[in-house]
């Protein structure tokens, strides 16, 4: 298996400019998570899905949009990117039978400038 | 509003030496405290965690201590090695649901 993993590794974007930070996880897991993460400031949750067809906001959706057309797949959106986004952008994947056990991707650092 | 306090958020130890990570919750209905180590350009994985029906859990060179009282849980790392140099990330959650709270981090440097 290859676990989570996450395209692209590196991305710089222009302020305005739009990307999607594709997550994909082949461990039939339900539950997917996406993290930013920032100096002194830990992981904080953007957005999150239980299942295909359902997501719901975490502590920092602001700016970023998700969808779950699939189980595999998991995908953000920065419709008009702000420098405040720039970050490292981590997804996850939860086995609904242990809910409480992430599994981390490798990470996407996104510079906007 | 942080809900897992986490510190410090550097620490040099020496190798061979105790590293000693604490966090503290506020929120009651947290009963499930994993750590996490992430090495440079990786994601985070998890590494123990524990629930608060026991005080401490040990696997291997690591033990997290739990004080329910206090609200507080604490990562020990023994007989650090230079391969122990990471982030560590605590955190807390309810059991059996998928949002976890993370504390802010703490770098570990061993210096051989």
């Known amino acids: 298996n290859a676990g989570v993993t996450q395209t692209p590794k590196f991305q710089v974007l222009k302020t305005g400019q739009s990307m999607t930070l594709q997550c994909a996880q082949d461990m039939n897991h339900e539950y997917m998570s996406w993290y930013r993460q920032d100096p002194g400031m830990g992981l904080r949750l953007i957005h999150y899905?239980?299942?295909?067809?359902?997501?719901d906001q975490g502590e920092v959706p602001n700016g970023y949009n998700v969808s779950r057309s699939t189980t595999e797949d998991f995908p953000l959106r920065l419709l008009s990117a702000a420098p405040s986004q720039t970050s490292v952008y981590f997804c996850?994947?939860?086995?609904?039978?242990?809910?409480?056990?992430?599994?981390f991707g490798p990470g996407t650092r996104l510079t906007v400038l | 509003q942080q809900q897992v306090k986490q510190s410090p958020q550097s620490l040099i130890v020496q190798k061979g030496g105790i590293s000693i990570i604490n966090c503290a919750y506020e929120n009651t209905a947290f009963d499930y405290f994993p750590w996490y180590q992430q090495f440079p350009g990786k994601g985070p994985a998890l590494l123990i965690a524990i629930r608060p029906d026991v005080s401490e859990k040990k696997e291997g060179r690591f033990t997290i201590s739990f004080n329910k009282s206090a609200k507080q849980f604490s990562l020990h790392i023994m007989d650090s090695q230079p391969g122990d140099s990471a982030t560590y990330f605590c955190a807390a959650s309810m059991w059996g649901y998928q949002k976890v709270t993370f504390g802010t981090g703490t770098k570990l440097q061993v210096i051989p």
């Open positions: 899905s239980v299942g295909a067809g359902i997501t």
């Open positions: 996850a994947s939860t086995n609904p039978d242990r809910p409480n056990e992430q599994f």
